[in-house]
């Protein structure tokens, strides 16, 4: 009996707007002038936030952060597709996605100084969930909290956000597996950076594409060129469409680049050249945009100037309020340990009491 | 005989052992091209080559289940879990496997492979960067469990679990990683894992701790002597699992009074093996409770709260204090 081909696959690569900011008119989405604007405020918003997040830090005024620069364009154009009931599921790099969900700015600042009040939404019904920080596992929240948004007929769907080294986790295959299996409506999106610390992406899979992990569990898979935000609007929307229509998950990966450190505590030249980085930098996202919207006469410099101060301005308060004295108690965490009150906890935050109490009376 | 930090000492560990034993392996995540996060595995890379020295995809648990693979091979594995926060991923297969495989095999297949890993607070960390979790090991049979307290302990330690024909956690606290020096031999200096150690001698009462708390629990004794001249005998633990019961019985047999001080939540932690021990040989020797200065049972705060959830100098001087007065 001859051996016959049962099956053929093939990865679809997405690119609407290419370095150059020279665009492709037939796969332009149909986006009007405000939506374009609204989506570059953002994209400035956020690449200016993250670089003044890095001042503070090489300042002393806040602890060990991720960067963000140079992926604006993966979680900003995808949150603005989002509906007001889907689910963000992020990792660590989706600065720009959370501020769009309606988490404040002054919510990294406090996370990343050290304080779960960082966490904490103003309104649950953001349906932000907090920042990931063991790899892996969000992707498997995100099938669940899809899985429960069809039971309970919202019509929702759940985004999860990923890196290029979290694919190596087992939770990454466990979750996409579920996700394939239950047809869940939620759309996965790798934030291919190039770099997992050290490591860079060959070293990390031996598969050809990332995207190409989706069809080991019958997920449509797409690779897109995730510094374009025109491409990642029209990836994410395929993707919502799909999940609503109840037709299950897509897997994105977005190829990007990390071009900053991988935390503030990393040395990158450790580990790769600067002609590398330079190289990147000419690809980075909001060059592009810049030009799109020039070429669209959408955008001049005179604009320019006012988004940039009126950008300023906004970090500036957040960062105020940041600085000004907290009210915050020091025994916060026992009043969360459990929902219900055991005689074991409540000795112990008394002992917690006296030892501050007595600290202080000791100067 | 050099001044050597934590990192230093481990570091040189890992270079002499590799150069004498070729069946050592050292992998994990960024450890190879990046000598480590924190530098513990700098320069192996180019001493041993990438044969030796593997950067591992991002994956706990295939690190660990590797490893087990390698070891039951024949090699000796040192992995990195790059911090202990993340190491509960490759606990299934360190509980069902590297912990088990000895006894399910009457001895044929074993697994002598080391886990390092970061551990504790105190260093202004994100989430999952700052908890001691040391029980957690130390409560599984065939695991052995070791903290070093200091560079030249670290360093006699490391060699110890290396060649240990066990799975050893080596639990490394990462507050002490830089912050003092000691003089480290140049020629190997090998310590005995299952062993504690007595640090300083006295009489009226016991101190036990280990890890970065080793140093306010020092600090703490001298003030206490200073002020109110009381001999105090220091027990730093050194291996947590299984634990060497004989040195503090022995000690509180003598003194009558004890304090363990330990970073970890309260409750079922070593502090309370400690005492369950000294109460199974020593109860009648005893003049005061045993008591046991602790972490609270909450989920580890982030840094901005960290500090006053730490046992301190205050604290242990507090408890010392109450234990003599009692
Ligand atoms: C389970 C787990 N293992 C290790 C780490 C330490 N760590 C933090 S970020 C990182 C690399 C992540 O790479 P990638 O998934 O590509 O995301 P990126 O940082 O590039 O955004 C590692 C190893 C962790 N946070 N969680
Ligand atoms: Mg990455």
Same mark, same amino acid.
């Given at each position: ?73 993966? %979680? ?30 002054? %919510? ?94 060959? %070293? ?119 600085? %000004? ?39 | ?76 594995? /040192?992995?990195?879990? =790059? ?24 001895? =044929? ?13 105190? /260093? ?62 140049? =020629? ?7 062993? @504690? ?21 020092? $600090? ?33 047999? $003598? ?25 199974? $040989? ?25 500090? @006053? ?15 003599? $007065?009692?």
């Amino acid at each position: 009996m001859p051996r016959k081909q049962i099956a053929k696959f093939s990865v679809q690569h997405l690119q609407v707007l290419d370095e150059n900011g020279k665009l492709d008119a037939k796969l332009e989405p149909n986006l009007s002038e405000n939506e374009l604007l609204e989506m570059y405020r953002w994209m400035r918003l956020a690449r200016g936030f993250d670089e003044r997040m890095l001042k503070l830090q090489r300042q002393g005024r806040l602890g060990t952060f991720p960067p963000n620069t140079g992926q604006e364009a993966i %979680s900003i154009p995808v949150a603005l597709a989002m509906k007001e009931k889907d689910w963000f599921v992020g990792a660590f790099r989706e600065l720009g996605g959370r501020l769009i969900r309606g988490e404040p700015m002054t %919510s990294s600042l406090y996370y990343y100084n050290g304080w779960e009040e960082g966490n904490i939404l103003p309104d649950k019904e953001l349906r932000i969930l907090p920042t990931s920080v063991v790899i892996g596992c969000q992707i498997e929240h995100a099938v669940g909290l899809a899985w429960a948004s069809r039971y309970k007929g919202e019509d929702a769907a759940a985004v999860c956000f990923i890196g290029d080294g979290g694919t190596s986790e087992g939770d990454f295959h466990e979750g996409l597996n579920f996700a394939g299996v239950w047809k869940a409506p939620v759309v996965f999106i790798v934030q291919n950076n190039q770099w997992a610390i050290s490591i860079p992406r060959e %070293s990390q899979t031996n598969s050809q594409t990332i995207a190409q992990k989706g069809i080991a569990y019958d997920i449509p898979c797409l690779q897109v060129d995730g510094n374009d935000p025109l491409a990642m609007h029209v990836a994410i929307t395929e993707a919502l469409d799909r999940a609503r229509k109840g037709e299950g998950p897509t897997l994105i990966e977005a190829v990007t680049y990390r071009l900053m450190m991988h935390t503030t505590a990393d040395d990158p030249t450790k580990y790769r050249t600067e002609e590398e980085e330079k190289r990147a930098w000419e690809k980075e996202p909001l060059l592009r945009f810049n030009k799109y919207l020039k070429d669209k006469g959408f955008w001049d410099d005179a604009k320019e100037e006012a988004l940039l101060s009126e950008v300023k301005a906004k970090i500036e308060e957040a960062v105020k309020e940041f600085e %000004s004295p907290l009210e915050w108690q020091q025994d916060e965490p026992f009043k969360h340990v459990f929902g219900t009150e055991h005689p074991v906890i409540t000795q112990q935050h008394e002992d917690f009491l006296a030892n501050v109490k007595r600290e202080a009376d000791h100067g | 005989m050099a001044k050597l930090n934590m990192v230093q000492a481990i570091n040189l560990a890992l270079h002499q052992e590799m150069a004498k034993d070729k069946d050592v392996i050292v992998l994990g995540e960024d450890v190879a091209v990046d000598g480590g996060v924190f530098r513990l595995t700098e320069g192996l890379l180019d001493e041993f080559g990438k044969d030796r020295v593997l950067d591992t995809p991002l994956a706990e648990s295939a690190i660990i289940g590797t490893s087990i693979g390698m070891a039951m091979a024949g090699l000796k594995p /040192v992995c990195e879990m =790059q911090f202990s926060g993340f190491s509960y991923l490759m606990m299934g297969q360190f509980e069902a496997h590297a912990t088990r495989m000895r006894a399910r095999t009457h001895g =044929q297949f074993t697994v002598p492979m080391v886990i390092r890993m970061p551990f504790g607070g105190g /260093v202004r960390a994100l989430e999952h960067h700052s908890e001691s979790r040391e029980a957690t090991y130390a409560h599984l049979p065939g695991a052995k469990v070791v903290i070093p307290s200091g560079p030249r302990n670290a360093r006699a330690l490391l060699l110890a679990a290396i060649r240990d024909p066990d799975p050893v956690v080596f639990m490394e606290p990462k507050h002490s990683y830089r912050a003092f020096r000691e003089e480290v031999p140049d =020629q190997e200096e090998v310590m005995p894992l299952g062993k @504690s150690q007595v640090v300083q001698e006295g009489t009226e009462l016991t101190l036990v701790s280990w890890g970065a708390m080793m140093r306010p629990t020092l $600090k703490a004794a001298a003030q206490v002597e200073k002020e109110h001249g009381t001999s105090i005998e220091i027990i730093d633990l050194l291996t947590i699992s299984p634990m060497d019961s004989d040195t503090v019985v022995e000690s509180v047999t $003598k003194t009558g009074r004890c304090v363990v001080v330990q970073e970890a939540p309260r409750s079922f932690g070593v502090s309370s093996e400690i005492t369950a021990r000294i109460n199974d $040989k020593a109860f009648l020797y005893l003049e005061a409770p045993v008591r046991r200065l602790t972490g609270f049972d909450v989920v580890t705060p982030y840094f901005g709260r960290e500090k @006053s959830y730490l046992p301190n100098v205050p604290r242990v001087v507090h408890a010392i204090e109450e234990t003599l $007065k009692f």
